[in-house]
Nanobody, 116 residues
């Protein structure tokens, strides 16, 4: 059974940093893209960042570019999201996502709350 487990969320102040982790189990995603999405209260889930297989290219939403960095440790089957200069509008539940062939997997989400 494939599982994605996020961790690292919390309550911080504007300007602070957090690092989210997403540990995958049940299969390896070394050659597959993995990414992060987020969903704020009353809003639809939105794309945040993605990293290609084998630590390939990265892409970011415009709202986080320059502040967030996605990376992965293939040996640990884990993807990270380093979030710097956090803003109140970054408050959301952050979800890890992985795709393999026709399958798509989601984690349960981790809450990030940024106070002003």
């Amino acid at each position: 059974q494939v599982q994605l487990v996020e961790s690292g969320g919390g309550l911080v102040q504007a300007g602070d940093s957090l690092r989210l982790s997403c540990a995958a189990s049940g299969r390896t995603f070394t050659s597959n893209a993995m990414g992060w999405f987020r969903q704020a209260p009353g809003k639809e889930r939105e794309f945040v960042a993605v990293i290609g297989g084998s630590g390939g290219k990265t892409y970011y939403a415009g709202s986080v570019k320059g502040r967030f960095t996605i990376s992965r440790d293939s040996a640990k089957n884990t993807v990270y999201l380093q979030m710097n200069s956090l803003k109140p509008e970054d408050t959301a539940v952050y979800y890890c996502n992985a795709r393999a062939s026709i399958y798509e997997y989601w984690g349960q989400g981790t809450q990030v709350t940024v106070s002003s």
